[in-house]
């Protein structure tokens, strides 16, 4: 009976928990959608409540009265380009690394990559600048190149983890068969890693989208050539922050990862459990 009453206290426990943690995460979410739909005044008067009618304006302003399109092109094409150059290189590298594991070159090259998740990004923000400033890299390609890189540590470590615990058997029935190494990596290799593929891909494109720092220190030349982080940044002036127009523009951004986060969402949880035992 003791037992019965203790597993009843650890639940009740569990859900107040868990219903304390689903409030602080849709809590924001619901001030973001609630004060898009209002106007600065209405917002000031009551910041908590819900609008008194669904007012579209603060939407019709951002898409006319801004330079709106030209963000969102700008992350759109960062965005794509870094995680096409992220799937296509990590995992070629993380192959060649967890096959010849044993070789002291290889071995080297990836505790020298793991290296990376032990050093935090601010330490490097002011050297990584003064490197692409004297390359003239102050655009949008060196910020993809500075995002590939950066995304080679924890996707290595992931991936590697990963390829080292499929059997090895598979591959050596694709090798006796006359496929070169290419070919099992690519028909082979990369069908079995889909889960980790799918991780990396949602992880990535989650962090570059919505990533701020890095493109404030590299695109901070030409407004023309902002993100969307950095557009939503200046609705703050010296005097005063219009936070409707801001919640509008957050709601929009945000739309699009969380519809890519929810179809994925299985695969993250499965990839990083997978690619952090195995090994």
Request: glycine residues 6%.
């Amino acid at each position: 009976m003791g037992k019965i009453k203790e597993a009843l206290g650890w639940k009740i426990l569990r859900d107040i928990l868990l219903a304390c943690g689903l409030v602080l995460i849709l809590f924001p979410l619901y001030l973001v959608l609630i004060n898009s739909f209002k106007t600065l005044d209405e917002a000031g008067k009551n910041f908590f409540a819900l609008p008194s009618g669904l007012n579209f304006g603060n939407f019709k302003e951002l898409f006319t009265n801004s330079n709106y399109w030209i963000f969102l092109k700008n992350s759109f094409k960062i965005s794509v380009v870094s995680v096409l150059l992220i799937l296509t290189f990590v995992p070629s590298v993380s192959f060649s690394i967890a096959r010849n594991f044993e070789k002291r070159y290889y071995k080297s090259i990836y505790y020298y990559l793991l290296m990376g998740l032990f050093i935090p990004s601010q330490v490097i923000m002011l050297p990584v600048t003064k490197m692409m400033t004297k390359l003239n890299m102050l655009n949008h390609t060196g910020l993809i190149i500075l995002y590939s890189a950066f995304s080679l540590t924890q996707g290595v470590f992931l991936f590697v983890n990963y390829i080292r615990g499929l059997p090895y058997e598979i591959e050596e029935s694709a090798y006796i068969d006359g496929c070169s190494v290419f070919q099992t990596y690519v028909k082979i290799v990369l069908p079995l890693v889909k889960p980790m593929i799918a991780t990396l891909l949602i992880m990535d494109a989650l962090w570059i989208w919505n990533d701020f720092m890095l493109p404030l220190m590299i695109l901070n030349r030409s407004q023309n050539i902002w993100t969307l982080p950095l557009f939503q940044y200046n609705f703050k002036t010296e005097y005063s922050f219009n936070y409707t127009m801001a919640f509008t523009a957050y709601l929009l951004s945000m739309l699009p990862m969380l519809i890519i986060y929810c179809l994925g969402q299985k695969y993250i949880i499965k990839g990083l459990t997978a690619g952090s035992v195995k090994g």
